[in-house]
């Protein structure tokens, strides 16, 4: 709001107030949220999300140890390697979660559910899920 004023205590005299405006910053929020979000959470657009892409290495029930160990190392590689891309990347590699819990839980805090790619470890795969994946 521009031209905005008030009359002083000077009979005769006006003033231009001292505003800020916080509205267009709630406002904005608040339209990003309810753009971006259902029932299942938000899915915020990768450029203002703070995880961009989550790791989630998956080892195979009957795995042997040296497989399980092959796999996270090459999860870890691969966070590593986004990273140096300027992705902002998280692994989960809870041993004491399953998959669909760790879809879940990052589903739920604004990373969509769906993968890039999944790259091959000894017959095994590391997939990688994107905050972009809107539904």
């Known amino acids: 709001m521009f031209g905005i004023e008030f009359e002083t205590e000077v009979v005769d005299e006006k003033a231009h107030v001292w505003q800020n405006s916080w509205g267009i910053t709630t406002r904005t929020i608040g339209v990003m949220i309810m753009t971006h979000a259902d029932?299942?959470?938000m899915v915020l657009p990768p450029r203002v999300a703070n995880v961009q892409v989550v790791v989630v290495p998956i080892?195979?029930?009957?795995?042997a140890e040296g497989d399980k160990q092959a796999?996270?190392?090459a999860a870890v590689k691969l966070e590593g390697d986004l990273k140096k891309a300027g992705v902002r990347t998280a692994l989960d590699?809870?041993?004491?979660y399953t998959p669909g819990f760790k879809y879940n839980y990052w589903?739920?805090?604004g990373r969509g559910v769906g993968w890039w790619g999944c790259h091959s470890v000894g017959g095994y795969a590391v997939c990688v899920w994107g905050g972009d994946m809107c539904y």
């Open 59 to 63: 080892p195979k029930a009957g795995m």
């Open 93 to 96: 590699a809870r041993a004491n």
């Open 71 to 73: 796999l996270q190392d």
């Open 107 to 109: 589903e739920l805090r």
């Open 39 to 41: 029932d299942k959470g």
